[in-house]
Protein backbone atom coordinates (compact mmCIF):
# COMPACT_ATOMS: atom_id res chain seq x y z
CA UNK A 1 0.00 0.00 0.00
CA UNK A 2 1.28 3.43 -1.13
CA UNK A 3 0.05 6.29 1.91
CA UNK A 4 0.80 9.73 2.09
CA UNK A 5 0.46 11.72 4.98
CA UNK A 6 0.24 15.08 3.95
CA UNK A 7 0.57 16.60 7.19
CA UNK A 8 2.72 15.74 10.36
CA UNK A 9 5.18 17.34 12.46
CA UNK A 10 7.74 15.31 12.86
CA UNK A 11 10.46 17.78 13.59
CA UNK A 12 8.73 18.35 16.85
CA UNK A 13 10.11 17.49 20.54
CA UNK A 14 8.02 15.05 20.91
CA UNK A 15 10.04 12.68 18.31
CA UNK A 16 13.22 13.85 19.79
CA UNK A 17 13.97 10.24 21.42
CA UNK A 18 12.94 7.87 18.53
CA UNK A 19 12.47 9.91 15.31
CA UNK A 20 14.17 7.42 13.11
CA UNK A 21 12.21 4.45 14.98
CA UNK A 22 8.95 6.41 14.18
CA UNK A 23 9.88 6.67 10.52
CA UNK A 24 11.19 2.78 9.70
CA UNK A 25 7.89 1.96 11.52
CA UNK A 26 5.97 4.37 8.97
CA UNK A 27 7.43 2.90 5.87
CA UNK A 28 6.75 -0.56 7.33
CA UNK A 29 3.00 1.01 7.51
CA UNK A 30 3.31 2.16 3.57
CA UNK A 31 3.83 5.35 4.13
CA UNK A 32 6.60 6.59 1.49
CA UNK A 33 6.28 10.63 2.02
CA UNK A 34 5.15 12.51 4.77
CA UNK A 35 5.21 16.76 4.18
CA UNK A 36 5.53 18.76 7.51
CA UNK A 37 3.63 22.00 8.02
CA UNK A 38 5.74 24.73 9.68
CA UNK A 39 5.41 26.83 12.67
CA UNK A 40 7.45 29.83 12.97
CA UNK A 41 10.36 30.66 13.10
CA UNK A 42 11.21 28.80 15.80
CA UNK A 43 10.68 25.75 14.07
CA UNK A 44 12.30 25.74 10.83
CA UNK A 45 16.03 24.98 12.00
CA UNK A 46 14.52 21.43 13.00
CA UNK A 47 12.04 21.55 9.92
CA UNK A 48 14.68 21.75 8.14
CA UNK A 49 16.89 18.96 9.50
CA UNK A 50 14.29 16.48 9.66
CA UNK A 51 14.25 17.32 5.92
CA UNK A 52 17.66 16.88 4.84
CA UNK A 53 18.51 13.64 6.98
CA UNK A 54 15.60 12.17 5.10
CA UNK A 55 15.47 13.81 1.86
CA UNK A 56 13.26 11.08 -0.24
CA UNK A 57 10.28 10.96 2.76
CA UNK A 58 10.44 14.34 4.47
CA UNK A 59 8.91 17.87 2.84
CA UNK A 60 9.11 20.54 4.34
CA UNK A 61 6.32 23.26 3.69
CA UNK A 62 6.52 27.30 4.45
CA UNK A 63 4.28 29.48 6.86
CA UNK A 64 3.00 31.29 9.86
CA UNK A 65 0.65 29.14 11.96
CA UNK A 66 -2.19 31.28 13.19
CA UNK A 67 -1.10 30.52 16.81
CA UNK A 68 1.91 32.03 16.30
CA UNK A 69 0.30 34.77 15.03
CA UNK A 70 0.98 38.56 17.42
CA UNK A 71 0.87 42.32 17.41
CA UNK A 72 4.46 42.06 15.57
CA UNK A 73 3.54 39.08 13.37
CA UNK A 74 4.64 41.33 9.91
CA UNK A 75 8.39 40.41 11.26
CA UNK A 76 7.33 36.41 10.84
CA UNK A 77 5.78 37.19 7.81
CA UNK A 78 8.85 38.88 6.25
CA UNK A 79 10.88 35.39 7.63
CA UNK A 80 8.48 33.33 5.89
CA UNK A 81 8.72 35.37 2.58
CA UNK A 82 12.68 35.45 2.64
CA UNK A 83 12.59 31.68 2.87
CA UNK A 84 10.05 31.50 -0.29
CA UNK A 85 12.27 33.19 -1.79
CA UNK A 86 15.51 31.23 -1.50
CA UNK A 87 14.40 27.62 -2.15
CA UNK A 88 10.99 25.66 -2.92
CA UNK A 89 8.39 24.47 -1.10
CA UNK A 90 6.13 21.77 -0.68
CA UNK A 91 2.84 24.05 0.04
CA UNK A 92 2.11 27.34 1.61
CA UNK A 93 1.45 25.78 5.60
CA UNK A 94 0.18 25.82 7.58
CA UNK A 95 -1.83 28.64 7.71
CA UNK A 96 -5.37 30.25 8.66
CA UNK A 97 -7.45 31.16 11.54
CA UNK A 98 -7.48 29.66 14.73
CA UNK A 99 -10.33 31.22 17.31
CA UNK A 100 -9.89 27.86 19.56
CA UNK A 101 -7.38 29.68 22.56
CA UNK A 102 -7.37 33.10 22.09
CA UNK A 103 -9.13 36.02 20.05
CA UNK A 104 -7.37 38.49 21.31
CA UNK A 105 -5.13 38.46 17.89
CA UNK A 106 -8.00 37.53 15.18
CA UNK A 107 -7.48 40.63 13.11
CA UNK A 108 -4.04 39.97 12.83
CA UNK A 109 -4.82 36.68 12.31
CA UNK A 110 -7.13 37.96 9.03
CA UNK A 111 -4.43 40.12 7.74
CA UNK A 112 -1.65 37.23 7.82
CA UNK A 113 -3.83 34.82 6.18
CA UNK A 114 -4.83 37.04 3.29
CA UNK A 115 -1.14 38.02 2.67
CA UNK A 116 0.21 34.54 3.30
CA UNK A 117 -2.61 33.15 0.45
CA UNK A 118 -0.95 36.63 -1.97
CA UNK A 119 2.64 35.07 -1.18
CA UNK A 120 1.08 31.77 -2.37
CA UNK A 121 -0.39 32.84 -5.20
CA UNK A 122 3.17 34.99 -6.21
CA UNK A 123 5.55 31.49 -5.63
CA UNK A 124 2.46 29.05 -7.40
CA UNK A 125 2.33 27.46 -4.64
CA UNK A 126 -0.76 25.36 -2.39
CA UNK A 127 -1.80 26.42 0.61
CA UNK A 128 -2.87 24.08 3.74
CA UNK A 129 -5.20 25.72 5.95
CA UNK A 130 -5.90 25.49 9.87
CA UNK A 131 -9.55 26.59 10.75
CA UNK A 132 -10.11 25.60 14.22
CA UNK A 133 -12.90 26.90 15.64
CA UNK A 134 -13.38 29.67 12.83
CA UNK A 135 -14.13 26.96 9.59
CA UNK A 136 -17.07 29.61 8.44
CA UNK A 137 -15.07 32.71 8.57
CA UNK A 138 -12.09 30.61 6.96
CA UNK A 139 -13.94 29.74 4.05
CA UNK A 140 -15.53 33.03 3.68
CA UNK A 141 -11.93 34.51 3.56
CA UNK A 142 -10.62 32.29 1.31
CA UNK A 143 -13.76 32.58 -1.05
CA UNK A 144 -12.84 36.37 -0.93
CA UNK A 145 -9.31 35.19 -2.35
CA UNK A 146 -9.93 32.75 -4.66
CA UNK A 147 -9.18 32.35 -8.27
CA UNK A 148 -8.61 29.70 -10.92
CA UNK A 149 -4.68 29.31 -9.49
CA UNK A 150 -5.40 28.73 -6.28
CA UNK A 151 -5.69 25.27 -4.61
CA UNK A 152 -5.39 24.15 -0.83
CA UNK A 153 -6.58 21.68 1.88
CA UNK A 154 -8.70 22.62 4.84
CA UNK A 155 -6.43 20.35 6.62
CA UNK A 156 -7.78 18.89 9.93
CA UNK A 157 -11.42 19.31 8.59
CA UNK A 158 -14.20 18.66 11.37
CA UNK A 159 -17.00 20.74 9.40
CA UNK A 160 -20.53 19.59 8.08
CA UNK A 161 -21.82 18.21 4.79
CA UNK A 162 -22.78 21.99 4.11
CA UNK A 163 -19.64 23.50 4.62
CA UNK A 164 -17.53 20.55 2.80
CA UNK A 165 -19.86 21.57 -0.07
CA UNK A 166 -18.28 24.71 -0.13
CA UNK A 167 -15.11 24.05 0.31
CA UNK A 168 -15.23 21.69 -2.19
CA UNK A 169 -16.96 23.75 -4.87
CA UNK A 170 -13.93 26.30 -4.18
CA UNK A 171 -11.60 23.40 -5.72
CA UNK A 172 -9.85 22.37 -2.48
CA UNK A 173 -9.69 19.11 -0.66
CA UNK A 174 -10.78 18.09 2.66
CA UNK A 175 -8.00 16.67 4.96
CA UNK A 176 -8.85 13.84 7.00
CA UNK A 177 -7.48 12.52 9.79
CA UNK A 178 -7.81 10.86 13.38
CA UNK A 179 -11.29 12.68 14.42
CA UNK A 180 -12.43 10.43 11.51
CA UNK A 181 -12.27 7.72 13.62
CA UNK A 182 -13.73 9.31 16.95
CA UNK A 183 -17.03 8.13 18.43
CA UNK A 184 -18.21 11.52 18.69
CA UNK A 185 -16.25 12.66 15.62
CA UNK A 186 -19.09 13.44 13.17
CA UNK A 187 -17.60 13.03 10.03
CA UNK A 188 -19.47 9.41 8.57
CA UNK A 189 -21.90 11.63 6.58
CA UNK A 190 -19.25 13.81 5.13
CA UNK A 191 -17.20 10.87 4.27
CA UNK A 192 -19.79 8.92 2.77
CA UNK A 193 -21.17 11.77 0.48
CA UNK A 194 -17.74 13.11 -0.80
CA UNK A 195 -15.84 11.59 -3.27
CA UNK A 196 -12.51 10.12 -2.91
CA UNK A 197 -11.35 13.00 -5.30
CA UNK A 198 -11.94 15.21 -2.64
CA UNK A 199 -10.06 13.99 0.42
CA UNK A 200 -6.12 13.93 1.56
CA UNK A 201 -5.23 12.12 4.19
CA UNK A 202 -3.48 13.27 7.26
CA UNK A 203 -2.12 12.30 10.97
CA UNK A 204 -1.57 16.05 12.43
CA UNK A 205 1.03 14.07 14.20
CA UNK A 206 1.99 14.41 17.20
CA UNK A 207 -1.66 14.81 17.65
CA UNK A 208 -5.05 13.56 17.52
CA UNK A 209 -3.94 10.20 17.17
CA UNK A 210 -6.63 8.11 15.76
CA UNK A 211 -8.36 5.25 17.64
CA UNK A 212 -7.17 2.89 18.90
CA UNK A 213 -4.13 5.42 20.00
CA UNK A 214 -6.31 7.97 20.71
CA UNK A 215 -4.75 9.95 23.82
CA UNK A 216 -1.29 9.28 22.90
CA UNK A 217 1.06 10.84 20.74
CA UNK A 218 -0.10 10.40 17.08
CA UNK A 219 2.65 8.91 14.34
CA UNK A 220 2.74 8.69 10.63
CA UNK A 221 2.32 4.39 10.83
CA UNK A 222 -1.22 5.58 12.19
CA UNK A 223 -2.16 6.76 8.77
CA UNK A 224 -3.45 3.19 8.65
CA UNK A 225 -6.41 3.29 10.82
CA UNK A 226 -7.86 6.46 9.04
CA UNK A 227 -7.61 4.49 5.62
CA UNK A 228 -9.00 1.54 7.18
CA UNK A 229 -12.08 4.27 8.66
CA UNK A 230 -12.67 6.04 5.17
CA UNK A 231 -12.65 2.70 3.34
CA UNK A 232 -15.28 1.52 5.60
CA UNK A 233 -17.43 4.25 5.62
CA UNK A 234 -17.18 4.56 2.09
CA UNK A 235 -17.83 0.57 1.37
CA UNK A 236 -14.06 0.44 -0.78
CA UNK A 237 -10.78 -1.53 -0.48
CA UNK A 238 -8.39 0.51 1.37
CA UNK A 239 -6.06 0.08 -1.85
CA UNK A 240 -8.81 2.34 -3.36
CA UNK A 241 -8.72 5.07 -0.81
CA UNK A 242 -4.49 4.79 -0.45
CA UNK A 243 -4.32 4.96 -4.44
CA UNK A 244 -6.95 8.15 -4.76
CA UNK A 245 -5.81 9.99 -1.67
CA UNK A 246 -1.95 9.44 -2.82
CA UNK A 247 -3.37 10.69 -6.54
CA UNK A 248 -4.88 14.15 -4.90
CA UNK A 249 -1.98 15.08 -2.82
CA UNK A 250 0.78 14.50 -5.85
CA UNK A 251 -1.88 17.01 -7.71
CA UNK A 252 -2.17 19.82 -4.80
CA UNK A 253 1.57 19.81 -4.03
CA UNK A 254 2.80 19.05 -7.49
CA UNK A 255 5.07 16.37 -6.69
Known sequence: MYLIDSHAHIYLEAFDQDRSEMLNRAVEAGVRRIFMPHIDSLSTERMLLVEDENPD?????????????????????????????????????????????????????????????????????????????????????????????????????????????????????????????????????????TPLEHLIIETDSPYLAPVPYRGKRNEPAYLRQVVQKIAHVKHVSEEDVARQTSRNVDLLYGR
Request: charged fraction near 20%; charge should be negative.
Open 57 to 193: LCYAMMGLHPCSVQQDFEKELLFVENWLSKRKFAAMGEIGIDLYWDKTYEEQQKEAFIQQISMAQKYGLSIVIHSRESLDLTISTVASCVNESLKGVFHCFTGNLSQASQIIEMGFYLGIGGVATFKNGGLEEVLLQ
